[in-house]
């Protein structure tokens, strides 16, 4: 069974160990330093109304449970879509809770929590293809935009 809810301090190490993993992995296209990991996760413990982490923890059969992944989601106002978008920015699991319908969960448990999104946004490498997968099965579909970034330094 999955439960999920808000990151808390006691749970920063082993998620910034996660973010590590996800950012070296097929489904990001660069690294991240890792103070914006921290950065990050503050804004979240901190209830920042745009950020939120989401620690994903399976119980097994003893009621035991154990971090086995997290989410970060982005909450901004989208004029396109006519009110707030929640950006899912990341979704990861460890290796030995992939295949077990976590992710449709997440989702599902997104659009309970946000009813009031107008648009739930995320992006994947066109490499992540099990992840697309699992998105165009939830009804998610491609928005061909040509996306362009210019990070601030200081």
Not at 21 to 37: D, M
Not at 61 to 71: D, K, L, V, W
Not at 98 to 124: C, D, H, M, N, S
Not at 138 to 151: F, N, S, T, V
Request: aromatic share 12%.
């Amino acid at each position: 069974m999955l439960m999920i809810r808000d990151i808390t301090e006691a749970d920063r190490e082993e998620v910034v160990a996660m973010m590590k993993e996800f950012y070296g992995s097929p489904a990001c296209l660069h690294t991240v330093p890792e103070e914006n990991f921290h950065r990050t996760i503050t804004a979240a413990i901190e209830k920042s109304p745009l950020a939120r982490i989401l620690v994903l923890e399976e119980t097994d059969q003893s009621s035991a449970e154990r971090i086995t992944g997290y989410a970060n989601l982005a909450i901004t106002w989208n004029n396109e879509a006519g009110g707030i978008q929640v950006w899912f920015d990341e979704l990861f699991f460890k290796s030995n809770a992939r295949g077990k319908g976590y992710g449709t969960e997440v989702f599902q448990w997104l659009e309970k929590e946000y009813p009031q999104a107008r648009r739930i946004r995320l992006e994947v490498t066109h490499e992540n293809t099990r992840a697309i997968s699992l998105y165009e099965r939830l009804g998610y579909e491609e928005l061909p935009y040509y996306q362009m970034i210019k990070d601030k330094l200081s």
